[in-house]
């Protein structure tokens, strides 16, 4: 249900989560969807691999999905074209998804508006 908070609500039913969270609650993000125990993939800075508060999450098992070039993004300002250019690398991180523990993808970029239709979304508070 849209503008639920992420960290107290939890749907009847839903099989996976796909996000891009606010890189700055990774560590309550990831500890919430390993909660959870189902599948999910969550757009991480490549750095969010090491640390001690994702070590034991990471230790469940954990996937990778990254590409041979930086994400570009959407922003606020941006929606109908994306910012190019990442300071940082990033990547899927992912849980019971991926048919191997690590894929490297050729990223193609969409060069189109950021459009939103239908999907559900549940705030990080």
Not at 103 to 120: D, F, M, N, S, V
Request: aromatic content about 14%.
């Amino acid at each position: 249900m849209e503008g639920q908070n992420f960290f107290e609500y939890e749907p009847d039913e839903w099989d996976i989560i796909v996000s891009n969270p606010p890189f700055s609650v990774k560590d309550k993000v990831l500890e919430r969807l390993y909660s959870f125990n189902k599948p999910f993939a969550i757009l991480l800075p490549l750095n969010s691999l090491q640390g001690k508060q994702r070590y034991k999450y990471f230790k469940e098992g954990i996937q990778i999905l990254s590409f041979d070039a930086r994400v570009s993004y959407h922003d606020k300002e941006h929606m109908d074209s994306v910012v190019k250019g990442s300071p940082f690398a990033t990547a899927y991180f992912c849980r019971d998804l991926l048919s191997k523990d690590l894929i490297i993808e050729k990223l193609i970029t969409y060069e189109r508006p950021l459009i939103y239709g239908g999907i559900q979304n549940v705030k990080l508070r």
